[in-house]
């Protein structure tokens, strides 16, 4: 077999049985005596539970709740803080919020049983948006704080804000507000728990394996070993199952325990929209001081509505608030974030982990302020291009060369934007718009090496390999790069190396698949494990294992959140041009045109795949994608009212990769999974508002929101 090179084109690894339909999902799995298992959930958004009624149980079933949990555990699910309840109690603090299982052999009694289940409620009024949060409506979530503040930090950089817009010409003012986004994972969160020789297995859709495992384990207070986390094939997760299968599984635990039969969870589709986390929505107030038409300071107020248990926000936010001044160094910034408690479903981790927000924001802001000095938006923004060597809003510094000018050339070439900018005159009916971006690389601050620690295991056996590691493949092509990284480095072919599924009680503990870290900086685990092997590839079979290392010289502290938040980025520009029908609203995208510093491609056809799918989502996020709120409660429900783009809905893209080989990655890459995502709906509101001449403050903008906005104009 030929030895496998990152430059080859390779088939994904995974490909094959997906398209055929033979990869196995949670979904498609049968144990012997299987049991089923639904969550019985709040129907309000706030209040105290009085009664639950149970109808007469057959024989077999069962009504699992926090009374099941034994007596040295806790009711608690760890994820960042241990906040959020496996099952609500005595009170209840959203909608969908578990109550709850019921579990039995047949599925159809048991939706009856649900069915029949009442409870008594005694409601109260709940903080259901951001403001409601800051207002603390319904009283606050926490009354020793007397507000609803469930986590803030800020950073600053430069001068103090009062004296810079004392000195300016004009303070730029505007608030900019994004909204929830919804996941999609064509396969809905499912999990199915059993015993094994005494410990307790779970076949988990999931991103995160090991968190499982942490985050579960205090409910009947065993050691982590007991605990086994399988990962089955996961049909797309984009965040949505960093932490929220910790919420499936801790149920299915408690219930396992006393059952001590398989039993499974499946969501439906409906429960799956309605009853699972969500992109946290924000609120940012950005204040732009203006002299002599430079900016000389950036104030930024970030909100996020973290709904009513933390999960992963604090991480969120520090994310948010770190891109707060998008690609660009301004000499003074202070950005301040509050996440901000609701009696809504808890916000969790979606591609961009709270980069897309401010990103979005600072770039419509930057625009508006640009339209309104009478100057062309990317002209002026191209004055505060971040460089090597210029200090970040946290104080530390960016690391490498920045390549934006290069990939601008490229996509105004590309687009022929600069023609276009000036021909299209406003609200001609035409426009074209342009956003940049960027994306830290892996976990932000010392996650990595105060927190992550990672490490990956090879083993040899004869001529093969196999990868041993608790990262996981959901989609993004992981599985097919990994394998190339290690095939590479050995100089073997991509079929002598083996990954399979992650097993918690198998595979050594690599962090979690998020932050777009797995090939970044799991990667590089492999490729020194992998140089190591190759230099003793005559011994036999063995195995190689490495940690996580951080390079020296790149302090951070997390306590002030100064230092370098990250060793490198990934930057992007995105560029597309759009008309507009002036008597219906409705938009035609004529083109679509991206450029990704992604340090190196591990394999061109993943990334050209995570490309496509990234630039859509955001175009859905900006453009059409709606997800509202009633009286607590997500007014769409499934695939038919929340509506995401297809194929047919934006043209096929032109894509740019630049490379700039990052020096702590495995062969030059960095991460990119998230980057795609962060900066197309910023560019498609920009076309937008040119063709229309008008001013959009909020995501999407659908037809009927287009109608809205012009009435304003
Ligand atoms: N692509 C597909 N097809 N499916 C997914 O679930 N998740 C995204 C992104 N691309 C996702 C995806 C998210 S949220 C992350 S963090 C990165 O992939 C993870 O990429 P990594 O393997 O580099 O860590
Ligand atoms: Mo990705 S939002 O970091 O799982």
């Not at 294992?545 to 997390?558: A, F, I, K, L, S």
Request: aromatic share 10%; net charge negative.
């Amino acid at each position: 077999m030929p030895a496998t090179k990152i430059g080859d084109k390779v088939i994904r690894v995974d490909a094959i049985e997906k398209a055929r339909g033979e990869a196995t999902y949670v979904c498609d799995m049968t144990l012997p005596d299987m049991q089923y298992a639904y969550m019985v959930r709040s129907t309000v958004p706030r209040g105290t539970i009085d009664a639950i009624h149970l109808p007469e149980m057959p024989e077999g079933y069962y009504f699992i709740s926090a009374k099941d949990i034994p007596a040295q555990g806790k009711n608690e699910l760890w994820m960042i803080a241990k906040d959020w309840r496996c099952f609500a109690e005595d009170y209840v603090l959203y909608v969908g919020e578990t109550i709850g299982l019921v579990v039995g052999p047949d599925r159809s009694v048991l939706k009856r049983i649900k069915a029949q289940i009442k409870i008594d409620y005694e409601e109260q009024t709940p903080a259901v948006t951001i403001d409601d949060g800051i207002h603390c409506v319904g009283g606050p979530m926490f009354p020793e704080k007397n507000s609803n503040v469930m986590c803030e930090l800020f950073c600053e950089k430069g001068r103090p804000m009062d004296e810079v817009f004392a000195e300016a010409d004009e303070v730029f003012e505007e608030t900019i507000e994004t909204p929830y986004q919804e996941h999609v994972h064509l396969e809905t969160n499912s999990a199915i728990a059993d015993m094994e020789d005494g410990k307790f297995v779970f076949y988990a859709s999931a991103q995160c394996p090991f968190y499982i495992r942490k985050s579960i384990a205090g409910l009947l207070d065993v050691p982590y070993d007991d605990i086994i986390i399988r990962q089955c094939t996961t049909g797309g997760a984009f965040g949505g199952k960093e932490h929220f299968p910790d919420v499936l599984c801790g149920a299915l635990l408690v219930a396992e325990n006393k059952i001590r039969k398989p039993i499974k969870m499946v969501f439906d589709r409906e429960e799956d929209t309605q009853f699972s986390v969500k992109r946290h929505p924000s609120k940012c107030i950005y204040k732009t001081a203006v002299k002599d038409g430079k900016i000389t300071g950036v104030y930024g107020h970030i909100y996020y509505n973290c709904g009513a248990y933390l999960s992963s926000s604090y991480v969120v936010l520090q994310r948010g608030v770190f891109h707060g001044n998008g690609v660009y160094t301004f000499d003074n910034t202070y950005l301040k974030g509050e996440g901000i408690g609701t009696n809504m479903f808890p916000s969790c981790a979606f591609r961009g982990f709270g980069a897309p927000q401010t990103l979005f924001a600072i770039e419509t802001h930057l625009d508006h302020l640009a339209h309104h000095l009478g100057v062309d938006p990317l002209e002026f923004k191209m004055q505060y291009l971040a460089k090597k060597g210029d200090e970040t809003t946290t104080n530390g510094h960016i690391i490498e060369e920045v390549k934006l000018p290069e990939m601008l050339d490229v996509i105004t070439r590309e687009s022929d934007y600069w023609r276009k900018a000036k021909e299209y005159k406003p609200g001609c009916g035409r426009g074209i718009g342009i956003a940049l971006y960027n994306h830290g690389g892996a976990f932000t601050g010392n996650g990595e090496q105060a927190i992550i620690k990672a490490h990956a295991r090879l083993v040899k056996t004869g001529d093969r390999v196999s990868i041993q590691v608790g990262s996981t493949e959901m989609g993004q092509g992981f599985k097919t790069s990994l394998r190339k990284i290690c095939a590479a480095t050995l100089g073997v072919s991509i079929d002598q190396i083996e990954y399979l599924d992650p097993d918690t009680s198998k595979v050594v503990d690599s962090g979690p698949t998020a932050a777009s870290r797995s090939t970044m900086v799991v990667g590089r685990l492999v490729e020194r494990a992998a140089q190591e092997m190759k230099e003793r590839w005559s011994e036999g079979d063995f195995t190689t294992e490495v940690e996580y290392e951080h390079p020296d010289g790149y302090p951070w502290d997390q306590a002030t959140f100064r230092g370098d938040a990250y060793l490198g980025y990934g930057w992007g520009v995105a560029c597309v041009e759009v008309e507009v029908d002036k008597l219906t609203n409705e938009v035609k995208t004529l083109g679509v045109w991206s450029s990704h510093e992604i340090g190196k491609a591990i394999d061109e056809l993943i990334v050209h795949g995570q490309i496509n799918g990234g630039i859509l989502q955001s175009l859905g996020y900006g453009s059409m994608e709606k997800l509202e709120v009633k009286g607590g409660r997500f007014k769409q429900k499934s695939m038919s009212d929340y509506v995401i783009p297809t194929s047919m809905d934006f043209p096929k893209q032109f894509y740019h990769i630049q490379e700039n080989p990052y020096p702590w990655g495995p062969y030059g890459a960095k991460g990119m999974g998230e980057l795609v995502f962060n900066g197309a709906s910023a560019a498609y509101v920009d076309a937008v508002e040119r063709a229309l001449n008008c001013k959009f403050t909020s995501i999407p903008i659908p037809a009927e929101d287009i109608e809205e906005a012009l009435k304003n104009v």
